[in-house]
C-alpha cells in the first residue's frame, strides 16, 4: 500500500493493528472503483461491524493517495449501512466463572493478567495491549488508566477493586520497561498473540466457544448495566463516540432471552 497512506495514518494517530487492518481491508479492493466497491458492499447488507472499517479505510485511501477533500469524501461513499449484528455475544456469569478459572491455567505472563484484565475493564485488545507503564495514573491512591484510544482520544478508565488488586500485584512482581504487557522481544504483546490464548481456551472449555477478546468487551459492559452502571458512564469507560453504540447493550443476551423462557415453563 502506498507510502502516503502510511504516513497519513500515522499522522491521524491511529494505533499500528488499526492502520494493519486498514491496509488489508484495501490490499483486494479495486483501486480505480473504490466507491463502486463500497456501495457494492453496502448493498449486500453486509454487517454494520464490517462496513464502518471497510468505509473508513476507503475514506483514508481517497485522502492520502487520490489528493480527496475529507468533506468531500463523505458525501460521494454512501451512508455506513449495514445489517446489524442477529445477536450479542457475551458471557453469562457461569461462564465468566469459568473462564477466569481458565486463565489461572495460563501459565505466561504476562498473558495471564491481560487475560484476567480484559472482562475486568472493558478494554479494547489494541488498547489493553498498547498499554504503558505511565498509563497508570493514581487517584487519592487508586490506580486508574489514562491513555490514548480509539482515533487517538484520551481514556479514563478506573479500575475496580478486583482489577486494581490484579495489577498491582502484576506491576510488583515483574520488572517492566516502558509496556505494560511486553514479550520476549521487550515489545508490546500483539492483539494476535492473545487471540491464539481466547481461542485455545475455547477449545478446551465447550461451554466458552467463541471466546474472543472482543466477547470479553461485550461481557464487561453487559455486566456493568446489570450491576447498575448508568449509560453514560458506561460510553465513557467504552471510549465509544456515540452513544447509540453503548446502548446496544441494553438488548438481552441470548442468555437472557433463554432465562425469560425457562420461566414460562
Given amino acids: 500500500m502506498g507510502q502516503l497512506l502510511d ?8 494505533l499500528p493493528s488499526t492502520r494493519d487492518k486498514y491496509r488489508a481491508i484495501l490490499s483486494p479492493a479495486p483501486k480505480q472503483d473504490l466507491v463502486g466497491w463500497m456501495e457494492r458492499k453496502v448493498h449486500a447488507r453486509t454487517p454494520i461491524g464490517t462496513v464502518l472499517p471497510l468505509r473508513a ?25 449495514g445489517r446489524e449484528a442477529a445477536v450479542r455475544h457475551a458471557l453469562t456469569p457461569n461462564q465468566l466463572g469459568v473462564y477466569h478459572l481458565a486463565v489461572e491455567d495460563v501459565d505466561i505472563e504476562p498473558a495471564r493478567t491481560l487475560l484476567n484484565l480484559l ?13 504503558r507503564v505511565r498509563d497508570v495514573q493514581h487517584h487519592e491512591g487508586r490506580p486508574f488508566l489514562q491513555f490514548r484510544g480509539k482515533k487517538d482520544k484520551e481514556r479514563i478508565v478506573p479500575l475496580g477493586r478486583t482489577a486494581e488488586k490484579t495489577l498491582i500485584s502484576y506491576v510488583k512482581n515483574h520488572r517492566l520497561g516502558e509496556w505494560m504487557f ?6 508490546a504483546i500483539g492483539p ?3 487471540r491464539k490464548y481466547t481461542r485455545k481456551i475455547a477449545e478446551r472449555h465447550s461451554e466458552l466457544d467463541g471466546l474472543s477478546p472482543h466477547v470479553l468487551r461485550h461481557t464487561f459492559a453487559t455486566m456493568a448495566l446489570r450491576k447498575g452502571m448508568d449509560l453514560k458512564t458506561l460510553q465513557m469507560i467504552l471510549g465509544h463516540e456515540n452513544i447509540q453504540t ?12 433463554q ?7
Fill in 7 to 14: 504516513k497519513h495514518l500515522k499522522r491521524r494517530g491511529l
Fill in 57 to 81: 479505510a476507503v475514506k483514508h485511501y481517497l485522502v492520502s493517495e487520490l489528493g480527496y477533500d475529507p468533506d468531500d469524501v463523505d458525501s460521494i461513499l454512501p451512508k455506513a449501512k
Fill in 246 to 257: 453503548t446502548q446496544r447493550y441494553l438488548h438481552p443476551t441470548v442468555g437472557d432471552l
Fill in 119 to 131: 472482562p475486568m475493564t472493558g478494554l479494547r485488545i489494541s488498547e489493553m495491549c498498547g498499554l
Fill in 192 to 194: 494476535h498473540a492473545v
Fill in 259 to 265: 432465562v425469560q423462557m425457562d420461566r414460562l415453563d
Fill in 182 to 187: 511486553a514479550g520476549y522481544s521487550g515489545h
